[in-house]
């Protein structure tokens, strides 16, 4: 069964780190573009960051700077490093892995928690 499983959410005063891990069952994800996106109550889902199969990152405005999206692709896995956490960073944080551009053939996780408090 082809699926993704995050961990490493959880809460965290504003200034500290969590570190979000996704592995990826299937060997298919080997080729497909990894990211984060994540969900905060009363909005829409939005792009985090994501990772290419040749390694390269793109990331929102928002997070530029410190946070930082890397892939193994030999473990099928994508990680997020958080640094320097915002209360407006607190969402619940999904994996993602999709075929290029095809969106509509995407797999999602089912999502981790990232608590920020004051």
Not at 8 to 21: F, I, M, P
Not at 63 to 77: C, E, Q, Y
Request: glycine letters at 12%.
């Amino acid at each position: 069964q082809v699926q993704l499983v995050e961990s490493g959410g959880g809460l965290v005063q504003a200034g500290g780190s969590l570190r979000l891990s996704c592995a990826g069952s299937g060997s298919i994800f080997r080729l497909y573009v990894m990211g984060w996106y994540r969900q905060a109550p009363g909005k829409q889902r939005e792009l985090v960051a994501t990772v290419t199969v040749g390694g390269s990152p793109n990331y929102a405005d928002s997070v530029k700077g410190r946070f930082t999206i890397s892939r193994d692709k030999a473990k099928n896995t994508v990680h997020l490093e958080m640094n320097s956490l915002k209360p407006e960073d607190t969402a619940v944080y999904y994996c993602n892995a999709r075929p290029g551009l095809d969106y509509s053939n995407a797999y999602w996780g089912q999502g981790t928690q990232v608590t920020v408090s004051s």
